[in-house]
């Protein structure tokens, strides 16, 4: 299938493409590697007007330390986090769960700011980057500001990010040695999670248990007050509000939600 | 209402292609049309079957999920400029047609590229590294079973003994025995 | 040395890996230079009466040529299977009712391709919904009818006249019944549908078309246009993938006639993955209940399927299919009393065809069920059970309560060499001390043992063979292959007559003026029937250039013989003394044999096959471990395209046991529309193949050969799904539909943990 008809513009450099969406705000669209945009728009599902192609933006594409954290480029490729050695030895996480990222192909266009902006709860990215404490950093004609990937996500495919504003920069602590894994649990080696669960240096990521990536605050509270894991990690469905399809049962995933706990913080502790 | 035209400047297996087209055009339609290569099959709607697959400046991408103007200035591969014309098969072309790593042909093209670019990221793959690295390309003839050793024989491997390996890594197999021909009764 | 038997590479594959094959979608022939595009305005409802059509707008759009609904159309509806109640016809675009989701509704044709899916979205239809009809069981209630004309919505039965006997379990010390979902697939061949069509000055259309069958396909294709069959030219370009699903003619393929003739130009027609998933005809579906019964010690004594299946919305050739599935009920198995019947009923979805295995996998998954059911019962190994119920190999021929003779067989030795093979013994061990430790991850083992029909529905089949004055050879047959290797294959029978090197033999097939008559290739015939012609013709030609050498050489035809060396006839024993060639023969005159083979009878290939699987009785997640197959096909011509077959039958058989299922909510909506959602298996998905060759000859022709194209399907499916349930048959699990999803493995889990049954 096709999509519909669009305008399209391909700015040289941030700055263009921030006034391009000041200008055009809510009726353009950003297109970075276009692997959930693309698919969007060839089922009809979603039609822009105008379609802004910050792909050939150079100065959104990097990985490097910066004092505590790790800043990487929203143009960066999940081929590249999963090949970078910086987040090989500073934050092992990432590559982890870009590898798992969709297909080859969809790992050679996705980007980590694509991911982030789309805001889908079946997405790994965000789950992982939420278990990082990470933070989003948007920029627009206005300004810049960051916003912590705690406070980004506002429901399922939405955000806190303004028409006008472009994730140029995802931040993330350097985790270094502490403890990590990603369980992540489908159907098919490349479909969506049915559910994930990102575990970093305590914190716990959920993949596809709400509306939005969430966090296991109760596994993570039980935890810090020295729960066993299995006791903490039967708290990861708590607060969380799974989906129901033809994949999973609503009780099936918040079960899963706790298994995969339980082993990813099993595999995170080195037991 | 939309429905201005860009340039392109594409480089399509080594030779300069040019054209005004749609925004919306997809590059897999680019190449079928627009350039009239038409090895590069469309198998779906949602960047699941692989089937479109070709190399941009060298790494493997679905062109049905690429729009013509993202690749403007870039360097496209497709399965034709593989193998030069009249001449030698393409190493992975001739380990697909060895192993009979191919049916009624129609993922060929993009299973081919997939697995060029596969192992130009990894040399020398295990028998898992090469299903997990097509697990972005479908094929309903074959079983994967002769692509998988395509694949391993193109990466200079013994695919019998690669298979085997890959069996007798789990407990569960007491007695493997890979057929390529085997004992007849 | 015989070429027959060797792994001889495809010729097709040098096109195929430099330039691509060439699909109907790829052609640029010159008759269709300035072809219009075909879009269709499809359903997005499955049950609802059309209350008005809006084209005005698309009309207006850039490119559009014309708008067409079904009342600017003069074309009568059609029955689509023959034997179908006969008020359940299909019109061409939906007027009055649509009764699935996907139903062609309007069309629009285009100038360019991409102004097709724009006007499209142009053109207005409102709706009144009218109930949805999915379940099957809903279906038979008849309380929503599809065509009220027709006063049912059983479109055929199956022996459902006579009531099933009631002793038939007498006597029996132990009886098992069970309901059995073997659910729809969707074929989902790689190609999906394509047409073109061009009528020429002459009155005739060529129609380019991806089908199994040219000339199934130009009948079908005339009779729906009311047309004569010799008004119909088919030409069949590369086909990617069949499956059964593109036997003969879709539908579309008429209306993109009937819309080149209207229009007076060339129209071409391919459509999207999303709207084949909804378009193309589906496999399977059927709801059946099993009933076996037996003594303690493990002799089954009577057997009974009952079987709803699922036509779709308009009856196609899935209607006919529970016919093979009673036919082969009783499966390896020497049941002294088997009963079947089957109703076939519509229902507000894609209609149903065939689909590898068609009819054959769905007997097989149920006997091979009651047989695990029966086992469980007895507290038998379901491996000793089957051994000791099979067919015994000194009674073939043998008659069966399915009512076919089964031509050949060696069941039991191909259970004990799957089980050699796999280490069966060792694997139960291993199983034994998983359940012991109590591991998470638990084994399950799964043995099949199947026998099927091939070469079922047409038995004839041409061939004709011509050495040209240059020594090339043209090969032309009936047969249709889309990924199966027929240009190699059938080249190697006629080498093996000849002495021509296959490099110099092209085989034709596909087109309708070329090839007078032809049945295709569907339920793994092709060998069988065309490829014993080819091998007949080609052996007739060798009498023929005899005949034609004996004034030259001056011998008597009986003294001749060919010297394969050198493709020539030569005089027996006369090492160096004269000799002719076939390329000199036919310089000298046509050198051509045309001939029919009969084969009068089909053939019934068998097999078993032993599934490996790994539960992880925590989450629900199964993975396919191992699976080790005989199929038993006869003598094959070339292992390389033997094992091919078998390969991706093998996966598809994994693949319905494991992941796939077309699902549609209760409104009709299908949920599994596209390669994202429905269960298509990936290489990661599966392990490579473990092969045990075993060769049985059929009588029934004189290569032996029996098909081999959907036997790793049949074989493979109920063998993994045994696999699972046997993983957790320690916990008290007994059966769980297909496909075994996490989902449903763990739901099994907590329900036999519950005591629930």
């Given at each position: 299938?096709?999509?519909?008809?669009?305008?399209?513009?391909?700015?040289?450099?941030?700055?263009?493409?921030?006034?391009?969406?000041?200008?055009?705000?809510?009726?353009?669209?950003?297109?970075?590697?276009?692997?959930?945009?693309?698919?969007?728009?060839?089922?009809?599902?979603?039609?822009?007007?105008?379609?802004?192609?910050?792909?050939?933006?150079?100065?959104?594409?990097?990985?490097?330390?910066?004092?505590?954290?790790?800043?990487?480029?929203?143009?960066?490729?999940?081929?590249?986090?999963?090949?970078?050695?910086?987040?090989?030895?500073?934050?092992?996480?990432?590559?982890?769960?870009?590898?798992?990222?969709?297909?080859?192909?969809?790992?050679?266009?996705?980007?980590?700011?694509?991911?982030?902006?789309?805001?889908?709860?079946?997405?790994?990215?965000?789950?992982?980057?939420?278990?990082?404490?990470?933070?989003?950093?948007?920029?627009?004609?206005?300004?810049?500001?960051?916003?912590?990937?705690?406070?980004?996500?506002?429901?399922?495919?939405?955000?806190?990010?303004?028409?006008?504003e472009l994730i140029v920069e995802v931040r993330v602590p350097r985790t270094g040695a502490a403890g990590w894994a990603y369980e992540k649990f489908t159907r098919r080696s490349n479909d969506w999670a049915i559910v994930a669960v990102a575990v970093v240096d305590g914190r716990v990521g959920l993949v596809n248990m709400g509306p939005t990536p969430l966090r296991a605050s109760a596994t993570e509270a039980a935890l810090a007050e020295g729960a066993?894991?299995?006791?903490?990690?039967?708290?990861?469905?708590?607060?969380?509000?799974?989906?129901?399809?033809?994949?999973?049962?609503?009780?099936?995933?918040?079960?899963?939600?706790?298994?995969?706990?339980?082993?990813?913080?099993?595999?995170?502790?080195?037991? | 209402?939309?429905?201005?035209?860009?340039?392109?400047?594409?480089?399509?297996?080594?030779?300069?292609?040019?054209?005004?087209?749609?925004?919306?055009?997809?590059?897999?339609?680019?190449?079928?049309?627009?350039?009239?290569?038409?090895?590069?099959?469309?198998?779906?709607?949602?960047?699941?079957?692989?089937?479109?697959?070709?190399?941009?400046?060298?790494?493997?991408?679905?062109?049905?999920?690429?729009?013509?103007?993202?690749?403007?200035?870039?360097?496209?591969?497709?399965?034709?400029?593989?193998?030069?014309?009249?001449?030698?098969?393409?190493?992975?072309?001739?380990?697909?047609?060895?192993?009979?790593?191919?049916?009624?042909?129609?993922?060929?093209?993009?299973?081919?590229?997939?697995?060029?670019?596969?192992?130009?990221?990894?040399?020398?793959?295990?028998?898992?590294?090469?299903?997990?690295?097509?697990?972005?390309?479908?094929?309903?003839?074959?079983?994967?079973?002769?692509?998988?050793?395509?694949?391993?024989?193109?990466?200079?491997?013994?695919?019998?003994?690669?298979?085997?390996?890959?069996?007798?890594?789990?407990?569960?197999?007491?007695?493997?025995?890979?057929?390529?021909?085997?004992?007849?009764? | 040395?015989?070429?027959?038997?060797?792994?001889?590479?495809?010729?097709?594959?040098?096109?195929?890996?430099?330039?691509?094959?060439?699909?109907?979608?790829?052609?640029?022939?010159?008759?269709?230079?300035?072809?219009?595009?075909?879009?269709?305005?499809?359903?997005?409802?499955?049950?609802?009466?059309?209350?008005?059509?809006?084209?005005?707008?698309?009309?207006?759009?850039?490119?559009?040529?014309?708008?067409?609904?079904?009342?600017?159309?003069?074309?009568?509806?059609?029955?689509?299977?023959?034997?179908?109640?006969?008020?359940?016809?299909?019109?061409?675009?939906?007027?009055?009712?649509?009764?699935?989701?996907?139903?062609?509704?309007?069309?629009?044709?285009?100038?360019?391709?991409?102004?097709?899916?724009?006007?499209?979205?142009?053109?207005?239809?409102?709706?009144?919904?009218?109930?949805?009809?999915?379940?099957?069981?809903?279906?038979?209630?008849?309380?929503?009818?599809?065509?009220?004309?027709?006063?049912?919505?059983?479109?055929?039965?199956?022996?459902?006249?006579?009531?099933?006997?009631?002793?038939?379990?007498?006597?029996?010390?132990?009886?098992?019944?069970?309901?059995?979902?073997?659910?729809?697939?969707?074929?989902?061949?790689?190609?999906?549908?394509?047409?073109?069509?061009?009528?020429?000055?002459?009155?005739?259309?060529?129609?380019?078309?991806?089908?199994?069958?040219?000339?199934?396909?130009?009948?079908?294709?005339?009779?729906?246009?009311?047309?004569?069959?010799?008004?119909?030219?088919?030409?069949?370009?590369?086909?990617?993938?069949?499956?059964?699903?593109?036997?003969?003619?879709?539908?579309?393929?008429?209306?993109?006639?009937?819309?080149?003739?209207?229009?007076?130009?060339?129209?071409?027609?391919?459509?999207?993955?999303?709207?084949?998933?909804?378009?193309?005809?589906?496999?399977?579906?059927?709801?059946?209940?099993?009933?076996?019964?037996?003594?303690?010690?493990?002799?089954?004594?009577?057997?009974?399927?009952?079987?709803?299946?699922?036509?779709?919305?308009?009856?196609?050739?899935?209607?006919?299919?529970?016919?093979?599935?009673?036919?082969?009920?009783?499966?390896?198995?020497?049941?002294?009393?088997?009963?079947?019947?089957?109703?076939?009923?519509?229902?507000?979805?894609?209609?149903?065809?065939?689909?590898?295995?068609?009819?054959?996998?769905?007997?097989?998954?149920?006997?091979?069920?009651?047989?695990?059911?029966?086992?469980?019962?007895?507290?038998?190994?379901?491996?000793?059970?089957?051994?000791?119920?099979?067919?015994?190999?000194?009674?073939?021929?043998?008659?069966?309560?399915?009512?076919?003779?089964?031509?050949?067989?060696?069941?039991?030795?191909?259970?004990?060499?799957?089980?050699?093979?796999?280490?069966?013994?060792?694997?139960?061990?291993?199983?034994?001390?998983?359940?012991?430790?109590?591991?998470?991850?638990?084994?399950?083992?799964?043995?099949?043992?199947?026998?099927?029909?091939?070469?079922?529905?047409?038995?004839?089949?041409?061939?004709?063979?011509?050495?040209?004055?240059?020594?090339?050879?043209?090969?032309?047959?009936?047969?249709?292959?889309?990924?199966?290797?027929?240009?190699?294959?059938?080249?190697?029978?006629?080498?093996?007559?000849?002495?021509?090197?296959i490099e110099k033999i092209t085989v034709k097939h596909g087109d309708t003026d070329l090839i007078p008559r032809g049945s295709g290739t569907m339920g793994s015939r092709s060998l069988q029937t065309g490829g014993v012609a080819v091998y007949q013709a080609a052996g007739e030609l060798v009498e023929l250039a005899k005949q034609r050498a004996a004034d030259l050489l001056e011998a008597n035809v009986d003294d001749l013989e060919v010297d394969k060396?050198?493709?020539?006839?030569?005089?027996?024993?006369?090492?160096?003394?004269?000799?002719?060639?076939?390329?000199?023969?036919?310089?000298?005159?046509?050198?051509?044999?045309?001939?029919?083979?009969?084969?009068?009878?089909?053939?019934?290939?068998?097999?078993?096959?032993?599934?490996?699987?790994?539960?992880?009785?925590?989450?629900?997640?199964?993975?396919?471990?191992?699976?080790?197959?005989?199929?038993?096909?006869?003598?094959?011509?070339?292992?390389?395209?033997?094992?091919?077959?078998?390969?991706?039958?093998?996966?598809?058989?994994?693949?319905?046991?494991?992941?796939?299922?077309?699902?549609?909510?209760?409104?009709?909506?299908?949920?599994?529309?596209?390669?994202?959602?429905?269960?298509?298996?990936?290489?990661?998905?599966?392990?490579?193949?473990?092969?045990?060759?075993?060769?049985?000859?059929?009588?029934?022709?004189?290569?032996?050969?029996?098909?081999?194209?959907?036997?790793?399907?049949?074989?493979?499916?109920?063998?993994?799904?045994?696999?699972?349930?046997?993983?957790?048959?320690?916990?008290?699990?007994?059966?769980?539909?297909?496909?075994?999803?996490?989902?449903?493995?763990?739901?099994?889990?907590?329900?036999?943990?519950?005591?629930?049954?």
């Open positions: 299938m096709i999509p519909v008809a669009f305008d399209y513009e391909r700015p040289d450099t941030v700055d263009a493409a921030l006034a391009l969406l000041a200008e055009h705000g809510e009726d353009a669209t950003v297109l970075a590697g276009g692997h959930s945009l693309l698919p969007v728009m060839k089922l009809r599902l979603g039609a822009p007007e105008l379609v802004i192609d910050i792909g050939r933006l150079a100065d959104l594409n990097y990985i490097r330390v910066e004092g505590d954290e790790v800043a990487i480029g929203a143009g960066t490729r999940h081929r590249d986090l999963e090949a970078s050695e910086v987040l090989a030895t500073e934050v092992p996480l990432l590559p982890a769960v870009a590898r798992t990222v969709g297909d080859p192909q969809v790992r050679h266009r996705g980007t980590i700011g694509g991911s982030l902006a789309h805001a889908d709860p079946a997405s790994d990215l965000p789950a992982a980057v939420l278990a990082l404490n990470g933070t989003v950093v948007l920029r627009s004609a206005r300004g810049e500001r960051q916003v912590p990937i705690t406070g980004f996500y506002t429901g399922v495919f939405s955000s806190v990010k303004e028409p006008d066993s894991i299995e006791d903490a990690a039967a708290l990861a469905d708590q607060a969380t509000d799974p989906p129901a399809d033809t994949a999973a049962t609503r009780e099936y995933r918040r079960h899963l939600a706790r298994l995969l706990t339980k082993r990813a913080l099993t595999t995170a502790a080195g037991v | 209402m939309s429905g201005n035209t860009v340039k392109v400047d594409i480089t399509v297996n080594g030779e300069q292609t040019s054209a005004d087209v749609e925004p919306r055009l997809l590059l897999a339609h680019y190449l079928r049309e627009n350039v009239g290569l038409k090895a590069t099959n469309i198998g779906c709607d949602t960047t699941s079957c692989g089937a479109c697959t070709v190399l941009v400046d060298g790494e493997s991408v679905k062109s049905c999920t690429v729009l013509a103007v993202q690749t403007d200035q870039r360097s496209v591969t497709t399965l034709e400029g593989l193998s030069p014309e009249g001449g030698e098969l393409h190493p992975m072309a001739k380990a697909f047609r060895e192993e009979h790593g191919l049916q009624c042909g129609f993922c060929t093209p993009g299973m081919v590229m997939a697995a060029v670019s596969l192992i130009e990221e990894n040399p020398n793959p295990t028998e898992r590294d090469v299903r997990e690295g097509l697990e972005g390309n479908l094929c309903r003839c074959t079983g994967y079973h002769n692509i998988v050793r395509a694949v391993l024989a193109a990466a200079g491997q013994d695919p019998d003994a690669e298979q085997k390996r890959e069996a007798e890594s789990d407990a569960s197999r007491t007695a493997p025995g890979f057929s390529t021909g085997g004992a007849g009764a | 040395m015989s070429i027959m038997g060797t792994r001889v590479v495809r010729v097709e594959d040098p096109v195929f890996l430099t330039r691509g094959a060439t699909y109907t979608d790829d052609l640029t022939d010159e008759r269709l230079t300035g072809a219009l595009h075909l879009t269709l305005v499809r359903s997005p409802l499955a049950h609802a009466r059309i209350t008005a059509i809006d084209v005005e707008g698309a009309r207006e759009a850039p490119g559009v040529v014309a708008v067409i609904t079904g009342a600017d159309l003069d074309l009568p509806p059609a029955l689509l299977f023959p034997a179908a109640n006969k008020a359940m016809v299909r019109p061409w675009l939906a007027t009055d009712v649509v009764r699935f989701v996907g139903e062609p509704v309007a069309a629009v044709l285009t100038e360019e391709r991409y102004q097709g899916p724009d006007a499209a979205d142009l053109v207005a239809v409102d709706y009144d919904p009218l109930p949805a009809v999915i379940d099957l069981k809903a279906a038979a209630s008849d309380e929503v009818l599809l065509f009220p004309e027709a006063g049912t919505n059983t479109a055929l039965g199956f022996g459902v006249e006579d009531a099933f006997d009631e002793t038939l379990f007498d006597g029996c010390d132990v009886v098992v019944t069970r309901e059995i979902v073997n659910q729809r697939l969707a074929a989902a061949p790689l190609e999906t549908r394509a047409a073109a069509a061009v009528w020429g000055d002459d009155g005739r259309v060529t129609i380019f078309c991806s089908s199994q069958n040219a000339h199934i396909a130009r009948d079908e294709i005339a009779g729906w246009l009311g047309v004569e069959k010799d008004t119909v030219h088919v030409i069949l370009p590369d086909v990617g993938g069949g499956f059964g699903a593109k036997i003969g003619a879709d539908p579309e393929f008429a209306l993109v006639a009937a819309l080149a003739k209207r229009a007076g130009r060339p129209v071409r027609w391919s459509e999207s993955r999303s709207e084949n998933m909804t378009g193309m005809g589906q496999g399977r579906a059927q709801l059946q209940t099993v009933t076996i019964g037996g003594s303690r010690d493990g002799k089954v004594q009577a057997y009974r399927i009952d079987v709803l299946a699922d036509a779709g919305a308009y009856p196609r050739l899935g209607t006919y299919l529970p016919a093979f599935t009673r036919m082969m009920a009783p499966g390896t198995y020497d049941i002294p009393k088997v009963e079947s019947r089957a109703r076939v009923l519509v229902t507000t979805t894609t209609s149903t065809v065939a689909y590898r295995g068609a009819g054959r996998p769905e007997a097989t998954a149920a006997i091979e069920r009651a047989m695990d059911l029966f086992a469980a019962e007895i507290g038998m190994d379901p491996a000793e059970v089957r051994k000791l119920n099979v067919i015994a190999p000194e009674k073939f021929p043998f008659v069966t309560q399915g009512g076919v003779e089964y031509d050949s067989g060696e069941y039991a030795k191909a259970i004990e060499r799957a089980q050699e093979a796999a280490g069966y013994a060792e694997l139960r061990a291993e199983q034994a001390a998983r359940r012991e430790r109590g591991d998470a991850r638990q084994l399950g083992i799964g043995v099949s043992s199947y026998v099927e029909i091939t070469g079922g529905g047409a038995f004839a089949e041409d061939a004709a063979v011509e050495v040209h004055p240059d020594g090339t050879v043209t090969v032309l047959t009936g047969t249709s292959p889309h990924g199966q290797g027929h240009a190699t294959a059938w080249a190697m029978l006629a080498s093996d007559h000849l002495g021509i090197p060396s050198n493709a020539s006839i030569v005089v027996k024993g006369a090492p160096g003394s004269k000799s002719v060639t076939f390329a000199q023969l036919a310089e000298q005159e046509k050198l051509a044999v045309s001939t029919t083979f009969d084969s009068k009878k089909p053939t019934f290939p068998f097999g078993a096959h032993v599934a490996v699987v790994e539960v992880d009785v925590e989450s629900g997640k199964v993975t396919v471990e191992r699976i080790v197959t005989v199929d038993d096909a006869g003598p094959v011509v070339n292992p390389l395209l033997a094992e091919g077959q078998r390969h991706g039958g093998i996966a598809q058989g994994i693949s319905q046991a494991l992941l796939e299922e077309v699902v549609y909510d209760e409104d009709g909506n299908p949920l599994t529309a596209t390669f994202a959602d429905y269960g298509f298996p990936s290489a990661a998905e599966l392990p490579s193949f473990e092969l045990v060759d075993q060769a049985t000859p059929t009588p029934i022709n004189p290569l032996g050969a029996k098909g081999i194209g959907e036997a790793g399907t049949i074989g493979a499916t109920p063998a993994v799904q045994s696999a699972v349930v046997d993983a957790l048959s320690h916990l008290g699990v007994r059966h769980i539909d297909m496909p075994t999803t996490p989902l449903r493995v763990w739901e099994a889990i907590q329900a036999a943990s519950k005591g629930a049954k």
